[in-house]
T-cell receptor, first 120, second 113 residues
Framework: GAVVSQHPSWVICKSGTSVKIECRSL??????MFWYRQFPKQSLMLMAT?????????EQGVEKDKFLINHASLTLSTLTVTSAHPEDSSFYIC????????????????FGPGTRLLVL | SQQGEEDPQALSIQEGENATMNCSYK?????LQWYRQNSGRGLVHLIL?????REKHSGRLRVTLDTSKKSSSLLITASRAADTASYFC?????????????FGAGTTVTVRA
């Protein structure tokens, strides 16, 4: 089955620093990747949709200058949390969708294992 | 924004019993999916039901979809301790010219041995 990896799996950083999280589709090409944030005991909230070769689309209320997304290839998207603060501490999860997913009727998104960020 | 609402929020059952959880949503959907999440881990896709389907089975899982009521249910039969997890419904719908998933609040299921 399709596998999505995330790196790192957890990170602790000081307030004010920037953190980069990588999301890779290992055995398929993903024209679209999604970034979600999940606070403890809450649901996943979509932050942004990342399309290969174009600018990411951010959900309402998500600061694009704070959460920089780059989708430079069909297998890699990165999320950079700039000038992180304690309130950015959360579980960040990416997912990837196969190219031609509608033609293949494969609407399932494949989720990465998540990255836990703790900002001190 | 969240589209799906789930109930109950939490469910505790004895091993061997069935677990049922419900999901309601507000707008038209392309399909509805159910995911499982073990504590602190990523999501595992369980089952997808399309908007033109009414019921679907996969092993011990049974999902129903009622588009007229905008609701879905997930039934886990003969539960096991390993089924202890949070379960989320997610609706796949067109938003801003693309199909995106919106997740419900989730149901935390505890299966007692």
């Amino acid at each position: 089955g399709a596998v999505v990896s995330q790196h790192p799996s957890w990170v602790i950083c000081k307030s004010g620093t920037s953190v980069k999280i990588e999301c890779r589709s290992l055995d398929f090409q993903a024209t679209t990747m999604f970034w979600y944030r999940q606070f403890p005991k809450q649901s996943l909230m979509l932050m942004a949709t990342s399309n290969e070769g174009s600018k990411a689309t951010y959900e309402q209320g998500v600061e694009k200058d704070k959460f920089l997304i780059n989708h430079a290839s069909l297998t890699l998207s990165t999320l950079t949390v700039t000038s992180a603060h304690p309130e950015d501490s959360s579980f960040y999860i990416c997912s990837a969708r196969e190219e031609m997913y509608r033609v293949a009727q494969q609407e399932t998104q494949y989720f990465g294992p998540g990255t836990r960020l703790l900002v001190l | 924004s969240q589209q799906g609402e789930e109930d109950p929020q939490a469910l505790s059952i004895q091993e061997g019993e069935n677990a049922t959880m419900n999901c309601s949503y507000k707008t038209s959907i392309n399909n509805l999916q159910w995911y499982r999440q073990n504590s602190g881990r990523g999501l595992v896709h369980l089952i997808l039901i399309r908007s033109n389907e009414r019921e679907k089975h996969s092993g011990r899982l049974r999902v129903t979809l009622d588009t007229s009521k905008k609701s879905s249910s997930l039934l886990i039969t003969a539960s096991r301790a390993a089924d202890t997890a949070s379960y989320f419904c997610a609706t796949d719908a067109l938003r801003s010219n693309d199909y995106k998933l919106s997740f419900g609040a989730g149901t935390t299921v505890t299966v007692r041995a």
